[in-house]
């Protein structure tokens, strides 16, 4: 029997009266994949049900930071502790030193940081950071990435701005977007070329050293320290923008994974194991600019809120037991062959980007390693695939571009019940 989404549907026209498109973060939308969203009701788990009773193996996870699942029982019990002192002082408190210690020993070029709510104000502050440090004021960055949606970086951006088509949104002042140079992403080439016209006027290059908002995309051999090298030859600072990568990677990010440094680093999602949180951090020398220790002022009401510190410690101390990332591989490892063997069944091509627990099936029969070519991807054949595999209650991103996100909580019996359902969406899709 097809699964009914009778509350969800009038929840979802009611709350298109009150916000904006009914969601208060577009991709929500499911606009892209033609249908609703479900409304969800609550999670446990690898699993979220909706309004209307129907249970989904959720392979969003909140959009990553839930890397232990939903309502892992030591983030919960972190959380409830926390809640019985109070949600919020203003002021000082010990977790915020205990998750800036921790974040300071397992990211190896950070030795301070300062945290803030989002990943969006990680980035818009690294890069005031970064233009006050360098006293520039241009900034590289990647089409198909995405870093948050202030001013600076809403430009050839990736996620929600790929999917709904803005590539520069309006309300970006020009000026603004004038000071943001767009590169290539695994191209090394056009990159050289733009240092050697602009390099003294850069003041940084912003990169998702594993891109994560085109779909997947890894770094090719070779890229991230060739970012490396031209920010050192031209005094540009590095940041990497490891909002999705920072702990689900390794527990040194991608930076340890990759092996390369950069000078600022941006986090989000998981550090705040499921409650609102950014941070930006890097060198002693860079960070020591940031007021009140500097003059670059950034500041927030919110800022290191308890609560969110709790979550955030309770979820990193879970992934330093020993084993946590290998078999976080194991099953996304299985997962992707299972994807790829049900797609080849159904004679769908596919290419599939895997790294650790994120990975991406592109619809499309060419490697995908940058904007141009994850853009060969057949979005419509996305859509029937996603609507096949939400009625059989796998919850998987609305949006072709995007990472499926895998946790310690999803078991091998999930990701086989998700790759049968895959058989028959690709099947779906063969049959037009
Ligand atoms: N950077 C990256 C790499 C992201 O994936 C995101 C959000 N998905 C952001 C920055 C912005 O984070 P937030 O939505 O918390 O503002």
């Known amino acids: 029997m097809a699964p009914s989404y009778q509350k969800s549907r009038a929840m979802f026209e009611e709350a298109q009266h009150y916000i904006p498109g009914g969601v208060n973060s577009p991709v929500r939308a499911f606009k892209s994949v033609g249908t609703t969203p479900p409304f969800i009701a609550r999670a446990n ?82 890069l005031r950071l970064a233009r006050a440090y360098t006293g520039r004021n241009k900034i590289v960055k990647f089409e198909g990435c995405y870093h948050g949606h202030h001013d600076s970086l809403l430009i050839k951006a990736g996620s929600g701005c790929l999917t709904h088509g803005v590539p520069t949104s309006p309300g970006v002042p020009e000026d603004i977007a004038g000071s943001t140079i767009n590169a290539r992403y695994n191209d090394m080439e056009l990159l050289e070329k733009i240092f050697s016209e602009a390099g003294n006027d850069i003041a940084g290059i912003i990169v998702e050293p594993l891109a994560g908002n ?148 592109f619809f499309t029969k060419h490697p995908v390693t940058d904007f141009a070519s994850a853009s060969t991807s057949n979005t419509n054949d996305y859509a029937t695939f996603f609507r096949s595999m939400l009625e059989q209650g796998i919850y998987l991103a609305p949006a072709q571009f995007e990472a499926a996100f895998i946790s310690t909580a999803h078991t091998d019996n999930d990701i086989e019940r998700t790759v049968e359902a895959a058989f028959n969406a690709f099947k779906a899709v063969a049959e037009g």
Not at 54 to 74: F, K, M, Q, T
Not at 92 to 104: F, K, R
Not at 113 to 124: D, L, P, W, Y
Not at 302 to 324: D, F, H, K
């Open 45 to 126: 788990g690898s699993r979220i049900w909706d309004v209307d009773g129907n249970e989904y193996i959720d392979y969003v996870c909140s959009w990553g930071p839930l890397i232990l699942g939903h309502r892992h029982p030591a983030v919960i019990h972190a959380i409830q502790r926390c809640l019985e002192r109070g949600t919020t002082y203003g002021a000082p408190t010990d977790l915020e030193l205990t998750l800036a210690q921790m974040v300071c020993e397992a990211l190896p070029s950070v030795e301070m940081v300062r945290m803030v709510n989002s990943g969006t104000e990680a980035t818009m502050s690294a």
């Open 214 to 361: 085109m779909g997947v995309v890894p770094p090719a051999n070779g890229f991230l320290e060739g970012l490396r090298e031209l920010c050192n030859k031209h005094g540009a600072l590095l940041i990497f923008d490891e909002v999705i990568t920072g702990f689900r990677l390794s527990y040194g990010g991608a930076q340890a994974y990759y092996n390369v440094m950069p000078d600022l680093t941006c986090l989000g999602k998981i550090i705040g194991g499921g409650l609102p949180v950014g941070a930006y951090g890097g060198s002693r020398e860079i960070m020591q600019m940031v007021s009140p220790a500097g003059p670059v002022y950034q500041a927030g009401t919110l800022s290191g809120n308890p609560l969110a510190m709790s979550a955030g410690i309770a979820t990193l101390e879970q992934l330093q037991q020993p084993g946590v990332y290998q078999e976080l591989d194991r099953r996304s490892a299985l997962l992707a062959q299972g994807m790829a063997q049900a797609a080849r069944a159904a004679g769908v091509p596919v290419s599939l980007n895997r790294v650790q627990s994120l990975q991406c099936s």
